[in-house]
Nanobody, 123 residues
Framework: QVQLVESGGGLVQAGGSLRLSCAASGRTFSSYAMGWFRQAPGKEREFVGAIRWSGGSTYYADSVKGRFTISRDNAKNTVYLQMNSLKPEDTAVYYC????????????????WGQGTQVTVSS
C-alpha cells in the first residue's frame, strides 16, 4: 500500500517556476514508477510525465518537454516536479500517482493517487 500527498502548488505568473513535491508512505515506494498528471476544469486528466523506480529514466508529454523535470529521492520517499517557464495553459490540479509500469501514460491503470494540488498560472 502506498499513500501519496502532493504539495507545492500555488499561484505564479507566466514565465515563473514552481516545484511540486509528492511524499509517499509505504516501504515499497522505491519499487514503483511515479507519474504526474494534471486536470484542468472541464478537461480530461492529462499525462505530464513519469520517472522509473530507479530514477534513471524519465518520460514527458510533448506539451511540457524541456520545461518540466521529474526527479525522485527514494531515501526521502519523495518525487518532485520542477516546472519552469510556466504558461497559463499549465493551470490545473496536479496529481502524482504510482504504478508498476514505466512509462505509462494511461491514468486509468495507475495503482495509487494523491489528492492533487492546484497550480494557477496568471497571464
Amino acid at each position: 500500500q502506498v499513500q501519496l500527498v502532493e504539495s507545492g502548488g500555488g499561484l505564479v505568473q507566466a514565465g515563473g517556476s514552481l516545484r511540486l513535491s509528492c511524499a509517499a508512505s509505504g516501504r515499497t515506494f522505491s519499487s514503483y514508477a511515479m507519474g504526474w498528471f494534471r486536470q484542468a476544469p472541464g478537461k480530461e486528466r492529462e499525462f505530464v510525465g513519469a520517472i522509473r523506480w530507479s530514477g534513471g529514466s524519465t518520460y514527458y508529454a510533448d506539451s511540457v518537454k524541456g520545461r518540466f523535470t521529474i526527479s525522485r529521492d527514494n531515501a526521502k520517499n519523495t518525487v518532485y516536479l520542477q516546472m519552469n517557464s510556466l504558461k497559463p495553459e499549465d493551470t490545473a490540479v496536479y496529481y502524482c500517482a504510482a504504478d508498476r509500469i514505466f512509462p505509462n501514460r494511461g491514468w486509468g491503470s495507475y495503482d495509487y493517487w494523491g489528492q492533487g494540488t492546484q497550480v494557477t498560472v496568471s497571464s
